[in-house]
């Protein structure tokens, strides 16, 4: 099924510039940061039923008069409006292009730390910043929940943030839950039991009643 070109795909081809190259980007998990409808960095990015992120409103634009939906980067159909806010995601990108990377720069030199010169492989979740191996080793972030970029971008909304907490749960933490699960069972039991000794003694009250 043919669509007509985004407007900001129109608009760069008016202009003689080419459309950024995703490939060109430092490492295959970067494309993500790309939408590939306009192919320019996302923004406000969404993500459908395939998994697949766009810019929302090239996908909104997308779907407008088209009854049959499919993934304009896989082919898969989806329902109409089906999004999903990918905040993570968004925050990874906004962390990219504060860090001097721009789509269509030839080679890696756009995707290198600014301290180390080495390439933004990872991502901090405390402080939503793009990281070079190095830091990711610093004193700095040593204690942060620091992974893979290309997971953090797949990462939905919420399982992001329980990943995070569970990242940096220490053993000391863990002995506290313990604890405080123990004492919720024991709670429960004792509940259970005076529950069962107020139901023995109203019904018990019930055949003195009737009895008498």
């Known amino acids: 099924m043919w669509t007509p070109d985004p407007p900001e795909t129109r608009k760069r081809e008016a202009a003689g510039q080419a459309p950024p190259d995703p490939t060109s980007l430092a490492g295959k998990e970067l494309d993500e940061a790309i939408c ?12 459908i039923e395939c ?28 329902q109409k409006r089906a999004f999903r806010s990918n905040t993570q995601l968004g925050r990874i ?38 990281l070079c191996e190095d830091c ?35 053993v000391q933490e863990q002995g506290a839950i313990s604890t405080q699960l123990q004492e919720l069972r024991a709670t429960l039991r004792s509940k259970t039991k005076q529950n069962e000794e107020e139901t023995l003694a109203d019904f018990e009250k019930m055949v003195a009643e009737f009895v008498n």
Do not use: M, Y
Request: hydrophobic share 20%.
């Open 51 to 78: 998994g697949h992120n766009f810019c929302r409103d090239c996908i909104s634009r997308r779907c407008e008069g088209v009854e049959r939906l499919s993934c304009p980067q896989c082919g898969e159909t989806f």
């Open 136 to 170: 990711g080793g610093s004193p700095a972030h040593r204690s942060h929940a620091v992974i893979p970029w290309a997971k953090a971008s797949r990462e939905p909304k919420g399982e992001a943030s329980t990943s995070s907490r569970s990242d940096n749960v220490t």
């Open 93 to 130: 990108v906004e962390s990219i292009r504060q860090r001097g990377l721009k789509p269509g720069q030839s080679g890696r030199e756009g995707n290198r730390c600014e301290e180390h010169g080495k390439e933004l492989t990872l991502f901090c979740k405390e402080e939503s910043k793009a």
């Open 36 to 47: 590939h409808i306009c192919r320019d960095c996302l923004t406000d990015p969404v993500t």
